[in-house]
């Protein structure tokens, strides 16, 4: 008895976990960039004091759907779009490098350039820092940075920076933290990254934005079948119940 209450109580937590993976996917379906997270379950054994007789499910994210979102043209200079497996390079909270999709740019009152979550923009010396005040920022196809001082000619025009783009193997070589920032998997850091360097192949379009990769009726689907699952789950764990007390009854009877 013992058994069949086990296995449908990890099976129902494990439900409400994929629930909750497949409701962060549809909560993010209009967050610029966002790379839908895959969920899978699969065996576990307990270990304990004794023999590992007993099997659990468990539910995991073994990786992110890289296929590039829809491109959605805003016209707006910091908006920008990074093509093919191309990758705009970021400082995290630590100061440590990390990589992202999210290209709606903006300026802070010092001039520094950063993402809409607040991660400063990598350049080919650090984070990118801007002229204060400027009139007009340019960000080119190669991720050149040229901007127009305020109060200068019209067609004066300074290269200050360029945002280090990377070229990185998706799945292969990339994985997302919990920050929402993607790293190099495993042992892929400092000079054993070989792609985290700044690629000439990367290019980047202007004025538009690459618009979450969430498929909403996929992630609905998978919500109701992950809700069922916890239904029939529930259903065996109140059958372990009834089986029980009938058990307790013949007892008595004995």
């Known amino acids: ?36 997270d895959f969920e899978q379950a699969r065996t576990m054994q307990a270990f304990g004091e004794g023999l590992p007789t007993r099997v659990f499910a468990m539910e995991e994210r073994p990786g992110s759907r890289m296929q590039m979102g829809a491109i959605q043209t805003t016209d707006r200079d910091l908006d920008i779009a990074v093509t093919g497996k191309g990758w705009i390079s970021v400082q995290d909270s630590k100061g440590e490098e990390a990589y992202t999709k999210s290209g709606n740019l903006k300026i802070t009152a010092n001039g520094e350039l950063i993402t809409s979550r607040g ?17 007009k920022v340019e960000i080119g196809s190669d991720g050149s940075v040229v901007v127009r001082p305020q109060g200068a000619p019209a067609n004066f025009l300074e290269t200050v920076d360029r945002i280090k783009l990377i070229e990185a193997d998706d799945n292969r070589n990339m994985t997302k933290m919990n920050d929402g920032l993607f790293r190099p998997k495993g042992d ?14 990367v290019r980047i379009i202007s004025g538009a934005l690459e618009m979450s990769n969430v498929n909403p009726v996929e992630e609905m689907v998978a919500m109701i079948s992950h809700h069922r699952q916890f239904e029939m789950q529930v259903k065996m764990m109140s059958k372990a119940e009834e089986n029980d007390e009938r058990h307790n009854n013949l007892l008595r009877i004995t």
């Not at 013992?2 to 967050?31: E, F, R, W």
């Not at 892929?188 to 192949?201: E, I, K, Q, R, T």
């Open 1 to 36: 008895m013992d058994k069949l209450l086990y296995v449908a109580m990890s099976g129902a937590k494990q439900n409400l976990v994929g629930i909750s993976m497949n409701a962060n996917n549809l909560a993010n379906v209009k967050t610029v960039g966002f790379k839908a």
């Open 119 to 135: 991660n400063p923009v990598i350049g080919e010396g650090g984070p990118i820092i801007l002229p204060i005040p400027i009139e």
């Open 188 to 201: 892929l850091v400092g000079d054993d990254c070989g792609f985290c360097d700044a690629s000439p192949n």
